[in-house]
């Protein structure tokens, strides 16, 4: 969070004062004694710059285009009440008897919640099947709907969905990417790198890296970000197997990453409790076109998940690449509390993208290099999707190659991990900027 330090240099009004934008004032540093004998109207001020920082003003006009009184800072010594109309910007003092006063001018930086309201909410549904390598939400962002209601998202280069939120457990800024606007208003962020404190420099980068989905590979249960039965045990039904009782190894790891960089960071509160999808549903043959599909999904047995439908995994009919951002399964909408209209089953409300998500940012046809969507990474990243069971190649999770490219990988390889998060709707106006990387939405102090 961007901190300031309070200076305060009083002024002395008349009893019958009311200033107005344009008026003059002689600015003179003086003791406070001095002030008070002194029968000249001083005025001192403090402008907010870009960072949230307050910064004396030599100015004799009061900032007007761009710039609001804060009327909560501003304080005036002996009672005296202050006021500003919103269109004139003029400014009013109430008082009893002769004043002194500080005022503090906020700039007037949009707020994501603004960027959310006024931002063109697009009905048109881009071809999944090309890669994005435009910014193709410059005119407004794409629609879909969710498990709560109707979802906005950005795809392609997004140069304004950069948003700066919490210090990890050393000090730096965490930075994220934000991949959509969810039904219910909450944002859904990726983890995008960190950086120096109060500044807008960051590395891209990951959590975690060299991190398995699960060391053992030879069960269908083991695609799930939890699954049915003790670690090394064999699964002999869907139900058994999708079972939500033990985690898999890599949500052990984000939930730790998620405690250590989040919740004893101070910043747990701003997280919102919403659905993360672990599509473990099972279309069938017809729908994945893998002519081996069994449709059990369970042990061995040969099955393609939901999204392997949606991918175009076996199918060569591209106008079948057709992402969702709902559900199929209850079971498999993580959530810490079902009130929140999932499961129930997480320990932190942290997950990570879905192969829908990364479809619908821009990655293309699977196995298509894009080298300028805003997914793209020096490193190969877990997505939150089951692939497919194969008793041969083994569990296959949906994976972001290093090039940008989306294709399927087993879940004993080691790779990077980028957790995702979503923030309140509550607090989405206290988040300020225009989501360039150099003015990232962040939270200013109030």
Known sequence: MQKFKKKRLPILVGISLFLVST??????????????????????????????EYNANPSKEFPK??????????????GGILSQDNETKKIGLKIQKSDQCTLYFDKEIPTLKEYYDTVTKKTNVPIFANPATTDETEDGLFSMEDDYGMSYYFRGTAPN?????????????MWWRIIRFNGDGTVRIIYDGAGPASSNTYKRGFALIDQAWNTNNNDAKYVGWMYGGMNGSASTSK?????????????????????????????????????FCNDRSIPGKAETGWSSDTGLGYGTNKTGFGASSRTNVWNTDVSKIQPRFTCLQENDKFTVSISSGGNGALTYPV???TADEVLAAGCGVLDTTNESYYLLKTKWNWTFSPAYMNSSLNGRIFRIGSFGFMNVWGVHYKGAVA????IKVEFLNQFKGTGTINNPYRIFNT
């Open 23 to 52: 008026a003059n004032f002689n600015l003179k540093m003086k003791e406070e004694n001095k002030l008070q004998e002194s029968n000249r109207e001083l005025l001192a001020m403090f402008v907010q710059d870009e960072n949230g």
């Open 65 to 78: 285009e761009g710039y609001k009184l804060n009327l909560e800072k501003s304080t005036c010594k002996n």
């Open 161 to 173: 969905n950069y948003l700066k939120f919490g210090q990890d457990a050393i000090g730096q800024d």
């Open 239 to 275: 139900e058994e197997a999708q079972r939500n009782e033990t985690d898999s190894e890599i949500k052990i790891k984000v939930d730790e990453w998620y405690k250590t960089n989040i919740v004893d960071t101070g910043y747990g509160n701003f997280v919102a409790d919403s659905i």
């Open 351 to 353: 997950g990570l993208i």
């Open 419 to 422: 957790p995702v998060i979503n």
